[in-house]
């Protein structure tokens, strides 16, 4: 069954890089879809973005530019960097993943995934 | 995008009380609709998928329907350990969002 791990910086300052791995065992990573999730203290889940085995990225849009997701497949890992962090982007962050499904509407590719797999998240804290 | 809308925000029942959540979407997204648990302190959990089919070892108390733009998640018999937040998310299109959640306590 797969497991995820994952680590990265716990504190940083205000306008710095947040950058954090996930490390996926004991299943097929490139079946996967991977995605990033954050929830600040106290409040929900935030969906951040997504990476898929082909290194095709989706991401939330409320992050504009800051974010980038990738992935290295001969380590089995995937990573996120948020650039330009402020304290609103103190959360716990955690790794998923799901193995898609796909549709195909009027030509186009749509894929959909539920997560069933979770990271133990990383709690991130910016503060000057 | 489409937002997703739960209510209540937070409810407290008695043990063995039925529960009900609803899990509203901004535009329809077929079945395409998870609901998720999350107990003080820990990793959330998948409970229920495609809206209605429930995850392998979630107990039979649990239950989801609906379809389109409104769903429910229903708990037939509160037990204690079933105090948790649980969130709706919509998963058929990026962005993959969340419901606010619904706290679930005791009463």
């Known amino acids: 069954q797969v497991q995820l791990q994952q680590w990265g910086a716990g504190l940083l300052k205000p306008s710095e890089t947040l950058s954090l791995t996930c490390a996926v065992y004991g299943g097929s990573f490139s079946n996967y879809f991977w995605s990033w999730i954050r929830q600040p203290p106290g409040k929900g889940l935030e969906w951040i973005g997504e990476i898929n085995h082909s290194g095709s990225t989706n991401y939330n849009p409320s992050f504009k530019s800051r974010i980038t997701i990738s992935l290295d497949a001969s380590k089995n890992q995937f990573s996120l960097k948020l650039s330009s962090v402020t304290a609103a982007d103190t959360a716990v962050y955690y790794c998923?993943?799901?193995?898609?499904?796909?549709?195909?509407?009027?030509?186009?590719?749509?894929?959909?995934?539920?997560?069933?797999?979770w990271g133990k998240g990383t709690t991130v804290t910016v503060s000057s | 995008d489409i937002q997703m809308t739960q209510s209540p925000s937070s409810l407290s029942a008695s043990v063995g009380v039925r529960v009900t959540i609803t899990c509203r979407a901004s535009q329809a997204i077929s079945n395409y609709l998870a609901w998720y648990q999350q107990k003080p302190g820990k990793v959330p959990k998948l409970l229920i998928y495609a809206a209605s089919t429930l995850q392998s070892g979630v107990p039979s108390r649990f239950s989801g329907s609906g379809s389109g733009t409104d769903f429910t998640l229903t708990i037939s018999s509160l037990q204690p350990e079933d105090v948790a937040t649980y969130y709706c998310?919509?998963?058929?299109?990026?962005?993959?969002?969340f419901g606010q959640g619904t706290k679930v306590e005791i009463k």
């Open positions: 998923t993943g799901g193995l898609p499904n796909m549709t195909m509407v009027r030509g186009v590719i749509n894929y959909y995934y539920y997560m069933d797999v």
């Open positions: 998310q919509k998963y058929n299109s990026a962005p993959r969002t």
